[in-house]
């Protein structure tokens, strides 16, 4: 990581897991109401332009946005990424999943009169992109969150249709637990900001060493189980890094 956005993040512990999201747009026919009072999640990509504003701008956010139930549950720094037919998309700096008590509650602070006071500092210091949904699956477990091999995965159905992705999820189950891969979190998207299209699925997957990724790369079964992958997606956007230091046990 290079380090003036390591000395960033850590100098915002308990601030820099929440950044409010202006212009989201809401996927045509999608509805919330199964999960009214549910707490709201995003998932931000981020890319820095002027640390020290950030920084500004984190300090003053944080006491507005814990009014409405904002905090951080993870932060990924990346070590490498693969955009598929989003080739346009740079590496980010950082990756934050952020959480609100409510989507009532993330509108409410996006409105709030402190916010809107300091919400330029958020413009002229970052540029971000990413999805805003609910947790549908997975388990946060803690341990030795250091070791761990963070994956997100934005993936975009073949056809708009599950079908093909949960017989892959079926069939590699077996495969993935051997090989230590877990489930931190499953995201239903319905909200997109920035440049990217809206995924079908965002999950937060993780192996609990790094050395697991090669041990499955070498595994007999693996070409059959990416090849499944593959025939399930119509594109991708997967990125792996570390946790940061302010989620780790």
């Given amino acids: 990581m290079k380090k003036p956005i390591r000395n960033l993040l850590l100098s915002l512990t308990l601030v820099i897991g929440v950044v409010g999201l202006s212009a989201a747009h809401i996927s045509e026919g999608d509805s919330t109401t199964e999960f009214k009072d549910k707490q709201y999640y995003q998932v931000v990509m981020i890319w820095m332009k002027d640390p020290a504003k950030f920084q500004d701008y984190a300090g003053k956010m944080g006491p507005i946005v814990a009014k409405y139930g904002g905090n951080g549950e993870r932060i990924i720094s990346p070590v490498k990424s693969i955009y598929a037919g989003n080739a346009g998309i740079k590496q980010p700096d950082m990756i934050n999943i952020v959480y609100y008590d409510s989507k009532e ?39 030795a969150v250091a070791d761990r091999l963070y994956m997100l995965e934005f993936a975009y159905f073949k056809d708009g249709n599950s079908r093909a992705y949960n017989s892959y999820k079926k ?79």
């Fill in 105 to 143: 509650a993330y509108e409410k602070f996006e409105n709030d009169p402190e916010f809107q006071k300091i919400k330029h500092l958020r413009t002229e210091s970052i540029d971000m992109a990413g999805i805003g949904g609910f947790a549908t699956e997975g388990e946060i477990k803690s341990g």
């Fill in 171 to 249: 069939k590699s189950k077996s495969f993935y637990e051997k090989h230590g891969l877990f489930t931190e979190r499953v995201f239903k998207p319905v909200d997109v900001f920035g440049n990217i299209e809206m995924p079908d699925r965002v999950s937060v997957l993780y192996h609990d060493r790094e050395t697991r990724k090669e041990e499955l790369q070498n595994d007999p079964r693996h070409k059959e189980i990416e090849d499944l992958y593959a025939k399930s997606i119509s594109d991708l956007i997967w990125i792996e890094g570390k946790a940061a230091f302010v989620n780790m046990d």
